[in-house]
């Protein structure tokens, strides 16, 4: 009969190695050898984090390497943006669109709401986003690699309905982003056709800029003959107040001193400019965070705007509070790895036409050739 009884040896034996040795329960438990080799390891990472250290810090700025001149003026400005959400009225929103200036209602208080109650179905929702990458410089002409992804999400699952690549040639990356996007709404449209869904999720306006192509237009048209909602969140807006502030800075800090937790902002336009293709709020969703965002939503009804940001509560992320899961994960999955554009960039140089346009002598250095040669130059 084995003789399981632990003595007081024992207990002290296998503190000293958690004390002393740092070592995981693995380890431990493994043979002399290898528990060695963990520990040389283990003492060898712990030199070289500081030898990091150590180096990075050697030529890093001071704090009082800063002018003090700079810190009045940054103060004196954050200064000024408490003062003027103290007041009632904060002035008046302007978007502006190339060289027209869209302005909106004056500020009031009155236009903040509480958010509705969270609703009790969770929706059936298609998230779409897409990113690019440029591959290949080739001097006055770059080639773009683009992801998209689109997911579908019912509560219970989380089902991939479309990923792929494609290609773009584009003179600079504003150009190569507004062909992205009409990729991504066409794809968007074809995708309605064979999903249910109650509302379709965007990670941008929902707004047709002069120089965008038709595609959100008209992704607009086929989201109402199937009666669903279009939902366009952005991260950032360009919506300042008549100083040049963003507006979301100010409403935060508004709607902070009045004591909201959860808070949306309408009506921000009178009437929606031709440009708009949906109704335009910035909304809090979250008590738990700091996080404002411009929410678009067609139809531009009332009822719809409620239906919307009900939706997106009922969405949230428990690890990302204030943001709806569905457009989070497709985010992350539309992030364009390194071995796809090894891939890409492999398969573009393979085609001998190409190999001797970018061999030849008319061509500007690319990137890539930049970027390996700084490695060994220092």
């Known amino acids: 009969m084995l003789n399981l009884t632990i003595t007081q040896y024992d207990i002290d034996k296998r503190l000293w190695y958690q004390q002393n040795v740092m070592v995981t329960d693995f380890s431990y438990n493994a043979r002399p050898r290898l528990r060695t080799a963990i520990f040389i390891c283990q003492r060898m990472i712990t030199i070289l984090g500081y030898i990091v250290v150590v180096i990075m810090t050697r030529n890093k700025v001071k704090l009082h390497d800063l002018p003090t001149r700079d810190i009045d003026r940054v103060l004196q400005r954050l200064r000024l943006s408490l003062i003027r959400a103290s007041r009632a009225s904060g002035g008046i929103p ?3 669109v190339g060289r027209e200036v869209i302005r909106g209602l004056p500020l009031r208080d009155e236009n903040f709401k509480v958010l509705p109650f969270r609703s009790s179905r ?3 929702v298609l998230a779409v986003d897409s990113s690019i990458k440029c591959i290949l410089d080739l001097g006055g002409l770059k080639v773009y690699l683009v992801k998209i992804v689109a997911l579908y999400f019912d509560g219970s699952k989380t089902e991939i309905a479309f990923r792929g690549l494609r290609l ?15 990729m991504e709404s066409d794809i968007t449209r074809e995708l309605l056709n064979s999903w249910k869904t109650d509302a379709v999720l965007l990670d941008q306006c929902l707004m ?14 086929a989201v109402s003959k199937s009666r669903t909602l279009l939902i366009g969140i952005s991260k950032s ?11 979301i800075s100010y409403l935060m ?5 009045l ?5 949306y902002y309408h009506p921000i336009f009178d009437r929606l400019h031709n440009l708009m293709l949906g109704e335009v709020t910035i909304s809090k969703l979250s008590p738990k965070v700091w996080y404002t965002f411009r929410v678009d939503v067609y139809p531009p009804e009332g009822r719809a705007l409620e239906c919307a940001l009900s939706m997106i509560q009922s969405l949230e992320d428990p690890a990302f509070p204030g943001y709806p899961y569905p457009l989070l994960r497709a985010h992350k999955e539309a992030k364009i790895r390194g071995y796809e554009v090894y891939l890409a960039r492999s398969t573009l140089l393979a085609q001998p036409s190409l190999r001797r346009l970018v061999e030849g002598e008319a061509t500007a250095f690319r990137r890539v050739e930049l970027e390996s040669r700084g490695r060994y130059m220092g």
Do not use: C, H
């Not at 773009?168 to 009409?182: H, K, S």
């Not at 047709?208 to 048209?221: A, F, I, N, S």
């Not at 807006?237 to 507006?247: A, C, K, N, R």
């Not at 004591?259 to 808070?263: E, H, L, S």
């Open 208 to 221: 047709e800029l002069p120089e965008r192509p038709r595609g959100l237009r008209l992704l607009v048209q």
């Open 253 to 257: 800090l508004r709607a902070l001193m």
């Open 259 to 263: 004591g909201y937790r959860t808070w």
């Open 168 to 182: 773009i040639v584009a003179n600079n990356r504003g150009e190569a982003l507004r062909q992205a996007l009409f």
């Open 122 to 124: 969770v929706p059936k």
């Open 94 to 96: 302007l978007l502006r």
């Open 237 to 247: 807006s360009s919506i300042t107040l008549e100083d040049g502030s963003p507006l």
